[in-house]
């Protein structure tokens, strides 16, 4: 069938600047540049063109420019070039739409309506080349109240307390979607950085077991490589229940990317299609819940916390209260602008709620409950720079998960191809030509530079804060304010409009 | 479920910024005395307040009423009178009702009347709970339902004296001078850089019979508030340093935790110091610093807190506001200046200045307790 879908970029190469010398032929993985033999000349085939930018990055003599096809539709509020593109594609392959990343609707970002305090005469501001500033984070389960005795000192037994240095951690990204190297680039990165690193729900390789002191190992609903070894030697143990991505549906990992080494780590066969069922199918309920996160600190002795992650859905703030009373530790909540390796198109951009009023309504009832310190709150899905990390902080989560920026300092581009396994950065394949691509003591160095970047970041906004330790941010509203919301807007933040 | 939004000040404030000065004196001998040296030392520090707030704190100032809660209440209104006075006969039985005697002051413009009530909790009534939590309870009451009504104090043999203008001039008006003895007094002078003038919203602030005066800004008022608002505090006045009085009251009354354990919630050891501490005092530190991180006051303060038989000084712990110590025989001496104490005291034994989140604490020396009861398990700890 012929394809009525027009190529979304077009390659300009500069045949004053280009010298032939096949560089873009070889890094493009989307077959968009060819060398022609015949005319001893590097072509493209347009319509294959993801607009990676690789070949852009790689090409020596800047010959190329990879630009948006200037091609006009007649103007159209209603049909949008993306409405009848999607049509054509669905009309030529009768399915689903797939797609990678997060969502990239216009849907409000509140973080961009959310602006930070500063002090000003009645307050100094602290300067954190000179003061100390502190942003280590204690995730886990906290009593309600410390009992001391004259004698022994403490008396309570504080729950299992995992310190993060920064309150940044990776996000769960499972081995098959993404690579082996960039596995160990988070995984190191994070023991350099004192953090955390996610090894999403395909198992963690043995190699990675060296780095279980800043692993949370996650087990979703296939339970792929989920053996006493793999929570034993993880610090935190994460119950997956959903993704902001695609909230209430499974995942699919196309046999093709099941390798040997993928199939060894899933503990499935090789080549074999990895199909992870839409609830887990042990728990249909809160109290079935309760039983796996007692079942898995059983199985590891009461050493490790125990974290669940959902998807940001509408009652997000009734069930996590539920989870806190079902035994988590952490609470995760993954909003709707959440990224993924593969899913449905219209469910990753329609379904879920923006992770900045989640968060603000769950930390809000769990205070209303007086559960609040019972579970240390974590947040993911789009977050972008260090503000989004402080003003997340500041409406009341202990920290947060990044996915993509961690990965588009791996060389991402955010092309949203990540479903294809034919990533050309070697980030979201498990094609040996491509992951070679990403050198795991490289990546680590790059991911590493992030978090100090964002950590000098966070600790200058603090110290213009007036406040000298993370903690007195953590659900500190007042040193927020909003712009351009509206009344129901700003109560469900439970800040201010700038100007108050 | 609890609403955590009920709005109960009457100004919309969250938070205002003020600076201040602040004194503090104490005979741990158990000796009282009057409070007329106190407010000389506080007027020496005239200019670092501007006239919009003062107030003073007394303790042992009702040895014959003793054994009774005494209520310092203002009222804007004869009906925030009836209703509060409708409530308190409802909720305890009153022993003594009076107005506080005051005398007219050229400074003391429209003053609102201010009675106090000796009132004792029936065991019934309180329903389980102890005393003191009932009458916390009903104080919240009060502040946050009962229009026009605004509770200074509540705790035993104590009061505070508070209002708009200099402390000097408030002290004068309530005849602080001469007509109490007191074995410990605390006094402050406020600058509020946008406050409405109002009685309630100055300083001592107080809960039971703990008493704070502060000089600073909490930073970290928003979360410290939130927190405590989890116990059922509602922060009802106009000021950050409310949450001061409401987090030593949890931590020391509700929690049971010592004086000393208490300044350590708020102003806490940085990480890297609890990391170089020997292991039980490490696993300690650090329980704390995970347990209570909401309740670390963040920001510059210098504050000092009193309750029965004790009295604290304590400031940020990188101390970004002043505070002087010192001492004379049995008498301890606090203040933002130090001229203030040799303003009344010129020989002193020992003065000093504590170093950022170092708590200095001053105690009646045992035996001589004004009264037994919660203190005595303090001694302990």
Known sequence: MKTFMPAKFTVLRDKDRCIGCKVCVNQCSFDTHYYDADDDEVRSREQNCIGCHRCVTFCPTQALTISRNPLDYRENFNWRPENIEDITKQAESGGMLLTGMGNDKGQKIYWDHLVLNASQVTNPSIDPLREPMELRTYLGRKPDRLEVSSSAGLKTKLPPQVAIEVP?????????????????????????????????????????????????????????????????????????????????????????????????????????????????????????????????????????????????????????????????DIIVLDGIR??????????????????????????????????????????????????????????????????????????????????????????????????????????????????????????????????????????????????????????????????? | MRNLRQLNNPYGEDKVIAACSIFGVMDTSGRRFTGKDVLRAIANMHVRGNGLGGGLAAYGIYPDYAEFYALHIMFDSCEGKDATEALLNNSFKVVKAEEVPTQPHPAIA?????????????????????????????????????????????????????????????????????????????????????????????????????????????????????????????????????????????LMRRHGLPLEVVARVLAPPLWEQIERMPDAEREFMRALRQVYGSLLLNGPFAVVIAHEGEMIGLTDRIRLRPLTVGEKGDMVYLSSEESAIRLISPELDRVWSPVGGEPVVARLKSGRRVSRGRSSELAKA
Not at chain 1, 263 to 288: C, F, K, N, V
Not at chain 1, 354 to 363: F, G, K, M, R, T
Not at chain 1, 482 to 493: H, M, P
Request: proline share 3%.
């Open chain 1, 338 to 500: 959440g990224a993924t390796g593969a899913a449905p198109k219209v469910i990753r951009d329609n379904v879920g709620i923006p992770i900045e009023l989640a968060l603000a309504s769950v930390d809000t009832r769990l205070r209303q409950e007086g559960i609040r310190q019972q579970a240390s709150l974590v947040v993911s899905g789009g977050i972008r720079n260090s503000g989004d990390v402080i003003k997340a902080i500041a409406l009341g989560a202990d920290a947060v998960y990044v996915g993509t920026a961690a990965l588009i300092a791996l060389g991402c581009h955010v092309c949203q191809q990540c479903h294809t396994g034919k990533c050309a950065w070697g980030i979201a394949t498990t094609d040996l030509r491509l992951t070679k691509r990403i050198n795991p003591e490289i990546g680590a160095q790059r991911l590493v530079n992030l978090l100090r970047g964002w950590s000098l970041e966070i600790k200058d906004m603090l110290g213009g804060l007036g406040v000298n330790a993370i903690e007195s941010l953590r659900g500190n509203r007042l040193h927020l304010r909003g712009v351009g919301l509206t009344d129901t807007e700003l109560r469900i933040l439970g800040v201010k409009m700038a100007g108050e």
């Open chain 2, 110 to 250: 429209s003053p609102p009347l201010v009675w106090r009530y000796f009132v004792e909790a029936n065991p019934e009534q309180c329903a389980g709970i102890s005393a003191d939590d009932y009458v916390v309870a009903v104080v919240m009451r009060i502040n946050t339902e009962v229009e026009d009504s605004f509770v200074f104090s509540s705790g035993k043999n104590m009061g505070v004296f508070k209002g708009v203008g200099y402390p000097e001039d408030i002290g004068h008006y309530f005849c602080l001078e001469d007509a109490y003895k007191g074995y410990c007094w605390t006094a402050h002078g406020r600058f509020p850089t946008n406050s409405r003038g109002w009685w309630g919203g100055a300083h001592p602030f107080s809960i039971l019979d703990w008493t704070v005066v502060h000089n600073g800004e909490i930073s970290s008022y928003g979360i410290n508030r939130r927190y405590l608002e989890q116990f059922g505090y509602q922060c009802t006045l106009e000021t950050d340093t409310e949450v001061v009085a409401y987090a030593v009251d949890l």
């Open chain 1, 168 to 328: 940044v951690m990776f996000a769960a990204m499972s081995y098959g979607a993404i690579s082996i190297n960039v596995h160990e680039s988070l995984a190191r990165a994070a023991s350099e950085a004192g953090t955390l690193w996610n090894t999403g729900e395909g198992g963690l390789h043995q190699k990675l077991y060296q780095y279980g002191k800043n692993t949370i190992v996650q087990v979703a609903s296939g339970r792929f490589g989920v053996h006493p070894d793999y929570l034993n030697v993880a610090r935190v143990i994460e119950i997956k229940i959903g993704q902001g991505a695609k909230p209430g549906i499974g995942g699919h990992l196309p046999g093709e990317k099941v390798s040997a080494e993928v199939s060894q780590t899933r503990m499935i066969p090789q080549g074999t299609d990895a199909l992870s069922p839409a609830p887990q199918h042990d728990i249909y309920s809160i109290e079935d819940l309760a039983q796996l996160v007692y079942a898995l600190k059983e199985a590891t002795n009461y050493t490790k916390p125990v974290s669940v992650k959902i998807a940001a859905v509408h009652n997000s703030a009734a069930i996590a209260s539920g989870m806190v009373r079902a035994g988590a």
